[in-house]
């Protein structure tokens, strides 16, 4: 019953699971403008340091994110309503879109009524990346390790390690400052319960035994088992996002069957078409919700062989498979580090990772600059930098919720 009284907060997930295009770049921002800013459901800091821990982990960031702002508010059951009720739409939308391109396979996909939702989600981490800055850097050391970060994590930025290794470089350089508890407060010992990381190594083993069996055994069910292997593994190790998803993905379904020792050893290996892969990829960038529902649409296109109920299978085993290391990553580590923080050498590394965060977040700025079409003497480059300033002023100065932003940026693509 106690869940009853959560039915706003939950309203709020659902029209930010609608709302919420440009993937982790733009989750961040609207975050920050919808569960900060207008309900005050967490505070700038809570929100800054729950992005910052989930930057260490592997899995989706921003989901993981909204799992912990859940979390905060009703434990655990809250939490994982609130994981569902994020990811369902856009994976009910990939999900679907594998029935699409099964039946009509030549069709084209693009749409110009999202060709404005990446300058506005480079708008919405601009905003982001300002208050961020405002709260987390305020002194040399913290100036110089965003510096370092941003040039770092720009430089290399598809390199999936990156981001962890800076965390944690970051955390180290402030651990040992001057800076001390606003208040002292005494450490109570902490009973750790291991019952989700015991849970996530187990499922990995099991799935990794049955998996395998059913490739040597050649069951007539292999492809689920082998599917459900395939993206646990990919949530358990991705870090860097949906940005490193692909190139797995890529790999594993389009480069690997047809490698020599591979179709030898496995004919039945699943094969996925990289023209097929890439339009979902693409499609996913241009709806709300998580980059890793991808996996839902990849799920369903390695299963449409098998008819339209195996395929519905395999998007529900894309979609599950994916996000489950996350959610049970997150909802272990985090007590464990809210416990940790409490030691002065914990709290005082918080200040590097924060200031980290920002310096990712300015890279990512930069990182999407380059890959927009900029131009200013040509119209499009001209509106693209024009949506990109009204966005973050819009964010700034004004009290326009995040959904009208995005609306806004679709109807301009409608007319232009």
């Given at each position: 019953m106690t869940l009853f009284r959560h039915i706003p907060f939950l309203k709020t997930v659902f029209l930010h699971s609608l709302t919420a295009f440009g993937g982790p770049q733009g989750h961040i921002?609207?975050?920050?403008?919808?569960?900060?800013?207008?309900?005050?459901?967490?505070?700038?800091?809570?929100l800054i340091e729950y992005n910052s821990f989930c930057q260490i982990l592997p899995g989706a960031s921003s989901t993981q994110t909204l799992t912990l702002i859940g979390y905060k508010r009703g434990g655990v059951s809250l939490a994982i309503l609130t994981l569902l009720i994020?990811?369902?739409?856009?994976?009910?939308?990939?999900?679907?879109?594998?029935?699409?391109?099964?039946?009509?396979?030549?069709?084209?996909?693009?749409?110009?009524?999202?060709q404005y939702i990446q300058p506005m989600a480079i708008g919405f981490l601009v905003y982001a990346c300002v208050r961020a800055f405002?709260?987390?850097?305020?002194?040399?050391?913290?100036?110089?390790?965003?510096?370092?970060?941003?040039?770092?994590?720009f430089i290399f930025f598809k390199t999936p390690w990156i981001f962890p290794i800076l965390i944690v470089t970051g955390g180290?350089?402030?651990?040992?400052?001057?800076?001390?508890?606003?208040e002292k407060e005494k450490i109570k010992p902490r009973q750790i319960k291991w019952g989700n990381i015991w849970l996530f190594a187990l499922i990995f083993i099991i799935a990794g035994i049955l998996s395998e069996t059913a490739r040597k055994q050649n069951w007539e069910n292999r492809k689920a088992f082998n599917l459900f292997e395939n993206f646990y593994r990919f949530g358990s190790f991705v870090f860097g996002g949906g940005d490193v998803l692909l190139p797995m993905m890529l790999d594993q379904y389009v480069e690997r069957?047809?490698?020599?020792?591979?179709?030898?050893?496995?004919?039945?290996?699943?094969?996925?078409?990289?023209?097929?892969?890439?339009?979902?990829?693409?499609?996913?960038?241009?709806?709300?919700?998580?980059?890793?529902?991808?996996?839902?649409?990849?799920?369903?296109?390695?299963?449409?062989?098998?008819?339209?109920?195996?395929?519905?299978?395999?998007?529900?085993?894309?979609?599950v498979a994916i996000f489950l290391p996350s959610a049970l990553l997150v909802l272990f580590f985090f007590p464990v580090w809210q416990y940790l923080k409490k030691f002065v050498a914990v709290y005082r590394a918080l200040e590097g990772i924060n200031a980290?965060?920002?310096?990712?977040?300015?890279?990512?700025?930069?990182?999407?600059l380059s890959t927009a079409h900029l131009q200013l003497l040509s119209l499009e480059g001209v509106i693209n930098v024009a949506v990109i300033c009204?966005?973050?002023?819009?964010?700034?100065?004004t009290n326009i919720p995040a959904p009208f932003v995005v609306l806004a940026c679709i109807l301009l693509g409608w007319v232009f």
């Open positions: 921002g609207m975050m920050l403008k919808t569960f900060v800013h207008k309900y005050h459901y967490i505070s700038e800091e809570e994020w990811i369902l739409p856009a994976s009910i939308i990939m999900g679907a879109l594998s029935f699409l391109l099964t039946e009509y396979p030549a069709h084209n996909f693009t749409n110009d009524l999202f405002n709260i987390s850097v305020n002194n040399f050391i913290t100036s110089a390790v965003m510096g370092i970060a941003l040039i770092v994590t180290i350089t402030t651990s040992f400052s001057s800076k001390r508890f606003p069957p047809v490698a020599p020792k591979v179709a030898v050893r496995n004919p039945h290996a699943i094969k996925i078409d990289r023209e097929d892969l890439l339009t979902g990829y693409g499609f996913v960038r241009a709806i709300p919700g998580p980059v890793f529902s991808v996996a839902s649409f990849t799920g369903g296109m390695a299963m449409k062989k098998e008819g339209a109920v195996n395929q519905l299978l395999g998007c529900i085993i894309g979609t980290v965060v920002v310096g990712v977040m300015g890279a990512a700025i930069c990182y999407l009204c966005t973050f002023l819009t964010l700034k100065f």
